[in-house]
């Protein structure tokens, strides 16, 4: 099968090439272009690690390290499943409320790690053989911050009511029961309210 572009967004291409998917980085036209290559160097290394890492603790699409295009892509298996973005509506409401409360779970244990997502939407979790799998750590970075975690989870739950805004609020609640189960969850709750409260955040 001749590769195939099936994404692309402000900072890379996504193509499909047999059973693998390479993310590649977009130069940027408006930079000098030796700062741009070391600029998204930098960050597909980035996120290489964070995916490797994340792939360890939730399912996730692992990196193959085979270094092309002057180190600026990443290749991963393909995930073959269904966007959730698409279609968590279609399901049952009490397969929704599974799902949410899955991923409560899955993000609890990625925070644990101290992996933040960066784009915790429903955009990024596709559905294979009922496995939720995390795709797109672009924006993924480290922080040991309660506020990180909040602003994360913040993300999911504006998703939800922009996505999924029929039933949002009681997916959301599954989402809480999940994320519970992480040692911190006390204190990012209470770290959304205020980030909430804000609205620093609001679009």
């Given amino acids: 099968m001749a590769p195939k572009l099936i994404a692309q967004g402000a900072e890379a291409k996504i193509i499909l090439s047999k059973d693998f998917v390479i993310k590649d980085r977009i130069s940027k036209s408006y930079r000098i272009k030796e700062l741009?290559?070391?600029?998204?160097?930098?960050?597909?290394?980035?996120?290489?690690?964070?995916?490797?890492?994340?792939?360890?603790?939730?399912?996730?699409?692992a990196p193959l390290f085979q270094?092309?295009?002057?180190?600026?892509?990443?290749?991963?298996?393909?995930i073959d499943g269904k966007k959730l973005s698409d279609n968590l509506?279609?399901?049952?409401?009490?397969?929704?409320?599974?799902?949410?409360k899955q991923i409560g779970e899955d993000?609890?244990?990625?925070?644990?790690?101290?992996?933040?997502?960066?784009?915790?939407?429903?955009?990024?979790m596709i559905l294979k053989d009922n496995l939720i799998y995390f795709i797109d750590f672009g924006l993924g970075y480290i922080s040991h911050k309660f506020e990180d975690k909040a602003v994360d989870i913040h993300l999911f739950k504006q998703a939800?009511?922009?996505?999924?805004?029929?039933?949002?609020?009681?997916l959301f609640k599954e989402f809480e029961k999940g994320?519970?189960?992480?040692?911190?969850?006390?204190?990012?709750?209470?770290?959304l309210k205020a980030v909430e409260k804000r609205g620093r955040y609001k679009h």
């Fill in 36 to 61: 741009d290559y070391k600029i998204r160097k930098s960050r597909t290394k980035a996120e290489a690690k964070l995916l490797e890492k994340a792939s360890k603790i939730i399912n996730s699409a």
């Fill in 67 to 78: 270094p092309t295009k002057g180190f600026t892509t990443i290749k991963m298996p393909y």
């Fill in 89 to 100: 509506g279609k399901f049952k409401i009490k397969k929704q409320k599974q799902i949410c």
């Fill in 107 to 124: 993000v609890a244990k990625i925070h644990d790690e101290n992996i933040i997502h960066g784009d915790l939407t429903t955009s990024n």
């Fill in 160 to 170: 939800l009511e922009a996505k999924h805004f029929q039933n949002w609020e009681v």
């Fill in 179 to 191: 994320y519970s189960k992480s040692k911190d969850s006390k204190i990012v709750f209470e770290r």
